[in-house]
């Protein structure tokens, strides 16, 4: 909230951002863009501190912004051999800005124009660092194998096999499928006829055998009537 404030309250110079983000990684040199933003119609001297300057480099950490215009600075954080173990930065940057005479150029800029004992009127702007992760490459196939071998947690590389040569064993069963899909149409309508004609062939043979199948059935209720009036 005080980096906001001080932001509102300036009046030469806007810096953006307030969070200077570093996506960390080991061994792995790191930069990050400030841009310095003149609000006024006179030239702005600025000065860039830090609290570890082995660790950084800024450039320019010294330089005149333009009337009405912006300026970027570049600050590299050096490869570093050990990531901290709570990933957090407690490194500051503070940057000075002050009013300057017309056309003074950035070689003309010394460290005396920031001095507050002198009695010049020294705007400053205090900067945090912040870690980030690294942007993660996408591998959805690498992603895809750990969640199905997820529920088999105690098999490692033989889980991981089985789950690719499944994938694979799945792709080449689909392309036989699709070719004989025209042959399978082909038995589906010859085995279609073959019913067709089955049908008419029963329907025909039950026509014919209908009277028959009454005397049969006559024949068969008069024998067990028969039986019955013998018995009784």
């Known amino acids: 909230s005080g980096d906001l404030i001080e932001m509102s309250n300036s009046e030469l110079l806007t810096v953006e951002p307030l969070d ?5 990684e080991l061994r792995k040199q790191i930069s990050c863009s400030l841009y310095l933003t003149n609000k006024t119609d006179n030239h702005v001297a600025f ?5 570890n300057p082995k660790k950084y480099c800024v450039r320019p950490n010294t330089g005149v912004v333009l009337p009405r215009s912006t300026c970027e600075v570049l600050v ?28 003074i150029t950035a070689k ?23 870690y980030v992760s690294p942007p993660q490459p996408q591998s959805p ?28 064993f799945s792709a080449d069963k689909v392309e036989p499928q699709e070719g004989t899909s025209e042959m399978l149409s082909l ?22 055998g209908i009277p028959l199948m009454y005397v049969l059935l006559f024949g068969l209720i008069g024998l067990i009537l028969g039986y019955i009036m013998k018995s009784t």
């Open 20 to 24: 200077l983000q570093f996506p960390f």
């Open 47 to 51: 000065k860039v501190k830090t609290t």
């Open 76 to 103: 590299t954080m050096q490869a570093q051999k050990e990531a901290p173990s709570d990933m957090q930065c407690k490194d500051k940057f503070l940057l000075q800005g002050v009013t300057a005479s017309p056309g």
């Open 108 to 130: 003309d800029v010394t460290p005396e124009m920031f001095s507050k004992e002198a009695g010049y009127l020294v705007e400053e702007t205090k900067l945090r660092v912040t």
């Open 141 to 168: 196939v690498h992603e895809g194998s750990e969640e199905g071998s997820s529920p088999r947690a105690s098999v490692s590389d033989n889980g991981q096999a089985s789950e690719f040569s499944f994938q694979r």
């Open 187 to 208: 038995i589906s309508d010859i085995e279609l006829v073959d019913v067709q004609e089955q049908l008419r062939r029963d329907s025909k043979r039950s026509q014919s």
